[in-house]
C-alpha cells in the first residue's frame, strides 16, 4: 500500500482521526477527508452565485421542476397502465405532494411560488415586487416544460405502446392529456372558465389564510404538508369539470413541448380551443381570492395589531428582501456570506 505524506511546508494543524485514532498527517482517512472538503469548497467558490435574482430564479426553477415531475408522471403511470399501477386516486395524492416537495426545495429561496396565480396574488398584497412577476411567470413555465420532456423520456415506451404508435389528443388511445388539462366532454368553455376561477381563488384564499400571521398559525416548517393537503382536496372536490390545472405554467409548458414533440396543433385545438382557459381563469381566480380574504379578514384586524405580528417567518412562501437594483442583500454586501432569500422574512399583511 502506498501511503500518502504531506509535505512539512503545508504546516496542517494537529489532527486526529475518528476512524482509526492515528494523529499524523499520513493518516489515509485523513488525508482523504481534507482532499474532499478542499474539493468542495473549491468548487463552491467557483460555481457560488451571488446575484440575488439568478439565485431565486434557479431554485424557482428547479422547485417547478420537481413538483410537475412529480405530478406529470403520477398522469403517465396511471394511463399508460390502463389503471392497473395507479388511479385517479394516486394521481391526484401525486400532484399535491409534487407541491409539497417543490416548497420544500425552494421555499426559503425563491418562495417556491412555482404558479403565476400565486406571484400574482403576492404581488396584489404588496409581498413580491411586480418588476419580478414576469421572469418568474418565464421560469414557471420553462420548469414546466422542462419536466414535461424529463417525463415524456421516463415514460416514452409506454407512452408508444399505450397509443400504438400515434401521438394524439383525441380518441380513446389519446396522451395528451398525460401532459395537460381538458375539460370534459359535456362541460362547455365558460363552464370550465368558471371552474377554474373558482379552484384557484379557493386555492389562493385560503393559502392566504396559512400565510397570515395574525391568524390561526400553522407549525413552523409543516406548512408545505399543509399547502399539499389543500391542493389534494381541491382536486378530489373540483377535479371532475377539467382536470383542475389552478396553474397557468402548469398547463402552457407542457403544452408547448407536446406540441413540439409529435402531437401536433391539435392539442391547442381540442376542447373547443380551451387552451387559454387555464392562462387566463387561474389568475382571475387569484385575484379574487386575494380581494376576498383582504375584505373579509384582513382589513378588520384592529389597527394596535397591525405593527405588531406575530412569530415571523411561519410560512416558507414569501420572499421580498431583495431590492430592485441590488444583486446582495446588505448582510452580503457587508459580510460576503450567502443569505438565504427571504430571511429575516417580511411581516404577511
Known sequence: ???????????????????????????????????????????????????QLVRECL??????????????????????????????????????????AGIY???????????????????????????????FVVVQTLGSFISAGAVYILYYDAIWHYSNGTLTAFGPRETASIFVTYP??????????????????????????????????????LEPVVVALLVLSIECSMGANCGCPLNPARDIGPRLFICLAGWGLEVFSRGNGWWWVPLVAPLL???????????????HYPEEDSEV?????????VNTTIEPDIGMSPKEKDTEETVPAG????PCV
Open 1 to 51: 500500500m502506498v501511503t500518502f505524506r504531506a509535505p512539512s511546508d503545508w504546516n496542517l494543524p494537529h489532527l486526529e482521526c475518528c476512524h482509526c485514532s492515528q494523529s499524523c498527517h499520513c493518516c489515509p482517512c485523513l488525508v482523504s477527508t481534507m482532499g474532499t472538503t478542499s474539493f468542495l469548497t473549491r468548487a463552491r467558490g467557483l460555481l457560488r452565485i451571488r446575484n
Open 59 to 100: 431554485a424557482e426553477l428547479l422547485a417547478t421542476f420537481v413538483m410537475m415531475t412529480i405530478t406529470l408522471s403520477s398522469a403517465a403511470q396511471k394511463t399508460t397502465f390502463f389503471e392497473t399501477k395507479g388511479n385517479l386516486l394516486t394521481s391526484y395524492l401525486g400532484s399535491a405532494l409534487g407541491v409539497m
Open 105 to 135: 426545495v425552494a421555499g426559503g429561496i425563491s418562495g417556491a411560488h412555482m404558479n403565476p396565480a400565486f406571484s400574482l396574488a403576492m404581488c396584489l398584497i404588496e409581498q413580491f415586487p411586480w418588476w419580478k412577476f414576469p421572469i
Open 184 to 221: 370534459a366532454d359535456y362541460v362547455s368553455v365558460a363552464n370550465g372558465f368558471l371552474d377554474q376561477v373558482i379552484g384557484t381563488g379557493v386555492l389562493i384564499l385560503v393559502v392566504m389564510g396559512l400565510m397570515d400571521t395574525r391568524n390561526k398559525a400553522v407549525p413552523k416548517g
Open 285 to 299: 381566480g387569484a385575484a379574487v381570492g386575494t380581494s376576498l380574504y383582504q375584505l373579509f379578514v384582513a382589513f
Open 309 to 317: 405580528l406575530a412569530e415571523q417567518g411561519s410560512i416558507v412562501l
Open 343 to 346: 430571511y429575516p422574512p417580511p
